[in-house]
């Protein structure tokens, strides 16, 4: 499936890595990131609104949709710091040395650690209903955890959290996409059927992503945090209110990350670009205003 009115093409970005993109529109450039488990389509109603007056590009991630994916050879193979310099590599391919970026859920992950090593390619960014890797990790704790079970299965070495998974992928990542949609209708049959077909063609990948956050990732954050590194630039972040249940103040985790920071909580399910699209791409219209 593609999105309407974007022109497509394989941009190489690494030795050996091309991504599946699309842009559309003109004006100040947007790159728009998706999550899991879905792929560059969760952003079609948003990235048709912004494309109205900006440059927006769209695309599958390293290890998603019909990006490459490239065999998982250390811990930086999908390390969200390898991951944020595709998108950089991605943006200048089409021209663009600065750029603000928004990612949902582990494109978020790769938009926040952009944020970090690329601050003068990333004007302004959004992160949508997500935590920053080494928060994440403190915040789950005890029976709550078990919300985050994904988390931790695909946190193993490789081989078990690989043939579980593709035994039954279907029923893996269809639980996500009907356990986290608020609104079934902003998913129809043939955007599931998409990511569905996606993902089971990508387990291997979309293991070894959450595989480096377990491990490679949290030790880029920690260094950052120790260093006192943050976002330089202005940032949104829009979750649902987990916080709450979870135990936690999701705003200042994020302030310690970010000193310009507008920080709302949505009401709706985790897939907001796609159940909320209005609200959506107004937060990040606000935001390109900043």
């Known amino acids: 499936m593609r999105i309407e009115g974007f022109d497509y093409r ?14 559309a529109g003109s004006g100040s450039p947007v790159v728009l990131l998706h999550g899991f488990p879905q792929t560059h389509l969760m952003w079609r109603h948003v ?3 912004l494309a109205a007056d900006h440059t927006v590009i769209v695309a599958d991630l390293r290890g998603y949709g019909d990006s490459d994916k490239p065999a998982e050879t250390g811990p930086d193979t999908y390390s969200k710091r390898t991951m944020a310099a595709d ?44 935590l920053p890797t080494l928060d994440m990790w403190d915040v789950l704790r005890g029976a709550s955890a078990a919300v985050g079970f994904h988390l931790y299965l695909m946190a193993q070495p490789p081989g078990l959290p690989e043939q579980l998974i593709g035994a039954s992928p279907d029923a893996f990542f269809g639980h996500f ?28 990948s979309i293991v070894a992503d959450y595989r480096a956050s377990a491990g490679v990732d ?12 943050r976002l330089a630039m202005p940032v949104t972040v829009l979750q649902q209110d987990w916080g709450a249940a979870l135990g936690y103040d999701a705003a200042a985790l994020w302030r310690a990350w970010a000193g310009d920071l507008r920080h709302d909580t949505v009401t709706c399910g985790h897939f907001m670009a796609e159940e909320a699209p ?13």
Not at 10 to 23: H, I, K, S, T
Not at 179 to 203: F, I, K, M, N, Q
């Open 278 to 290: 209005a609200d959506i791409a107004k937060a990040l219209r606000d935001l390109l205003t900043r």
């Open 87 to 130: 998108v950089v590599a991605l943006a200048r391919a089409f021209g663009h040395e600065r750029f603000a970026l928004a990612g949902h859920d582990r494109g978020a992950l790769v938009a926040f650690r952009a944020g970090l090593d690329h601050p003068a390619a990333i004007t302004h960014l959004a992160c949508l209903d997500v």
């Open 218 to 229: 949290v030790r880029h954050d920690q260094a950052d945090r120790d260093a006192g590194r």
């Open 177 to 204: 996409l009907d356990l986290w949609t608020g609104d079934a209708r902003a998913v129809p049959g043939d955007v599931r059927a998409a990511y569905l077909d996606a993902c089971r063609a990508a387990v291997p």
């Open 10 to 23: 394989r941009v190489p970005v690494a030795d050996g890595v091309a991504l599946n993109a699309a842009v």
């Open 47 to 49: 990235a048709a609104d």
